[in-house]
């Protein structure tokens, strides 16, 4: 059996930039099996599937380990192939998913998300992470899924070295560590050994815990936001009741054939 794939860099203003996903278009699903053993073979922080359902498509984003409920980046690198590989034709996109449905929609240039907020709350500090990034936190929050750590500066973010065994130990998908920008609202960058990414280059999903938080913070409902990561990403952000909107660009690195 051949399928086809592609490999779009998203959050990214040109290639070698933002974050690479795999996005392979089905017809039908594969099994739960094939499908992890065909994102483990990528070696990318995700690999997204989809197959069309009547007017929309449903989604699913597979890590090298494990499939996940949400993810930013690869939901973004799948609208980019539907529109600018596959022709689709229109700008709005419907994707059904494990994190119910979610929209993309063309806004000039950019790709613009449309996810579930998670509003973090606060928790007690955790020493693992204070041991674990070798800088103690301001403050330590919970989200749906993810912790969330504030710390004091963009120089510090920039300059963290994380333990990856010690964050394994923690019960959760991953950790964003964050802080206000110098030049943007803010800065972050995703760390999730548990799902087999060490560090994420971009993270959608973790936006999704940033955006409702820096928007308290700060007071406004527009945010830009760069991940720190050594790739790099930009995203325009805008918090909307409980939804949180995501927008960057897309640019495709690879067309392909899968033979299975």
């Given at each position: 059996?051949?399928?086809?794939?592609?490999?779009?860099?998203?959050?990214?203003?040109?290639?070698?930039?933002?974050?690479?996903?795999?996005?392979?278009?089905?017809?039908?699903?594969?099994?739960?099996?094939?499908?992890?053993?065909?994102?483990?073979?990528?070696?990318?922080?995700?690999?997204?599937?989809?197959?069309?359902?009547?007017?929309?498509?449903?989604?699913?984003?597979?890590?090298?380990?494990?499939?996940?409920?949400?993810?930013?980046?690869?939901?973004?690198?799948?609208?980019?192939?539907?529109?600018?590989?596959?022709?689709?034709?229109?700008?709005?996109?419907?994707?059904?998913?494990?994190?119910?449905?979610?929209?993309?929609?063309?806004?000039?240039?950019?790709?613009?998300?449309?996810?579930?907020?998670?509003?973090?709350?606060?928790?007690?500090?955790?020493?693992?992470?204070?041991?674990?990034?070798?800088?103690?936190?301001?403050?330590?929050?919970?989200?749906?899924?993810?912790?969330?750590?504030?710390?004091d500066s963009e120089e510090t973010i920039q300059n963290l070295k994380p333990n990856i065994q010690?964050?394994?130990?923690?019960?959760?998908?991953?950790?964003?560590?964050?802080?206000?920008?110098?030049?943007?609202?803010?800065?972050?960058?995703?760390?999730?050994?548990?799902?087999?990414?060490?560090?994420?280059?971009?993270?959608?999903?973790?936006?999704?815990?940033?955006?409702?938080?820096?928007?308290?913070?700060?007071?406004?409902?527009?945010?830009?936001?760069?991940?720190?990561?050594?790739?790099?990403?930009?995203?325009?952000?805008?918090?909307?009741?409980?939804?949180?909107?995501?927008?960057?660009?897309?640019?495709?690195?690879?067309?392909?054939?899968?033979?299975?």
């Amino acid at each position: 059996m051949k399928l086809p794939i592609y490999q779009a860099d998203a959050f990214a203003s040109g290639l070698f930039k933002g974050n690479p996903a795999a996005v392979v278009p089905l017809q039908h699903w594969l099994s739960d099996e094939l499908m992890q053993q065909i994102a483990m073979e990528n070696n990318l922080s995700e690999t997204a599937f989809f197959v069309p359902e009547g007017d929309h498509f449903h989604i699913r984003w597979f890590t090298p380990k494990a499939e996940v409920r949400l993810c930013g980046h690869a939901t973004l690198a799948t609208a980019h192939v539907l529109f600018n590989e596959l022709n689709f034709q229109g700008d709005l996109l419907e994707f059904e998913s494990l994190s119910g449905i979610l929209t993309v929609k063309k806004v000039g240039e950019k790709l613009q998300l449309d996810f579930p907020a998670d509003f973090a709350q606060e928790v007690e500090p955790i020493n693992t992470f204070t041991e674990a990034f070798g800088a103690k936190p301001l403050q330590t929050f919970k989200g749906r899924t993810d912790y969330m750590l504030l710390f004091d500066s963009e120089e510090t973010i920039q300059n963290l070295k994380p333990n990856i065994q010690l964050l394994l130990s923690t019960n959760a998908r991953g950790v964003i560590a964050t802080a206000k920008g110098n030049e943007v609202d803010f800065v972050s960058r995703f760390f999730a050994p548990a799902v087999g990414v060490n560090e994420d280059p971009v993270t959608g999903s973790a936006h999704t815990t940033l955006i409702p938080f820096w928007a308290n913070k700060l007071g406004k409902t527009e945010l830009t936001a760069l991940q720190l990561s050594a790739r790099g990403g930009q995203l325009w952000c805008t918090l909307s009741g409980d939804r949180a909107y995501i927008a960057g660009k897309a640019v495709t690195y690879l067309r392909g054939e899968i033979e299975i």
